[in-house]
């Protein structure tokens, strides 16, 4: 900005989109001259980036909720901010309502404080994240490894059910999760063996995430009853 006698109080919405990456460089000081108006017109922008530090991200966050009362965002404005969410303090985690934390882009959990996680969101908060959500936790060690041993069980079984293993350890099942989406609009995940090398396709299992619960509770009921060997 200095080489074109550019000052970051008057940067409009169009030069900060043009700013890209280049955005993640600004100073503390020159954040906090970019006018709030100008960061509202450009949270769509700013969202998309990853290279933004936790401090650059509480800023954001900070200047962005100045239009919103309530101090809460909605579903909305979630999936707007994008990774700017990462700016979220424990308080304003804590506040969020089950209803929206599926709105909460993956990116947020790859770039927040670990901390915050576990001391921001309660399990029921993380089981209604979603399941794109809990798998990108899962395969994060820096925040998964963080969490309480409840937050850690939430989202093993959240993700793998009846073959989670509730001890405190990442993917404990010997299963991988991949998770795409069907030609119904929904999540479906497939988990592969990962303790055969020579996995093949027919050996994966294909479920759609919306009939685990059903697939569950009938083997709750059926296997008590099956003969011993």
Do not use: W
């Amino acid at each position: 900005m200095s080489q074109n006698s550019k000052s970051s109080s008057t940067l409009t919405a169009d030069e900060i989109a043009g700013l890209s990456s280049l955005l993640c460089g600004i100073s503390e000081s020159q954040l906090m001259n970019i006018p709030v108006a100008t960061i509202s017109t450009t949270v769509k922008d700013i969202g998309t980036l990853t290279c933004l530090d936790q401090t650059q991200l509480d800023m954001f966050y900070a200047m962005v909720m100045m239009g919103y009362p309530s101090g809460v965002p909605d579903g909305a404005l979630l999936q707007e901010m994008r990774v700017i969410a990462a700016g979220m303090t424990v308080p304003a985690l804590q506040s969020l309502p089950l209803d929206v934390m599926s709105f909460i882009s993956p990116a947020v959990y790859d770039a927040i404080s670990p901390s915050r996680v576990k001391d921001g969101l309660s399990t029921l908060q993380l089981s209604a994240s979603g399941i794109t959500n809990i798998a990108t936790i899962l395969r994060n060690p820096r925040l998964f490894n963080d969490l309480t041993a409840d937050q850690q069980d939430t989202l093993k079984l959240a993700a793998y059910g009846i073959d989670a293993v509730l001890d405190g350890s990442a993917n404990s099942t010997g299963f991988d999760i991949d998770i795409f989406t069907g030609d119904d609009g929904g999540s479906n995940i497939i988990f592969e063996d990962n303790m055969n090398e020579t996995t093949t396709a027919g050996s994966k299992r294909m479920i759609p995430f919306k009939y685990l619960s059903v697939l569950f509770a009938l083997l709750a009921v059926v296997m008590p009853h099956q003969p011993f060997l």
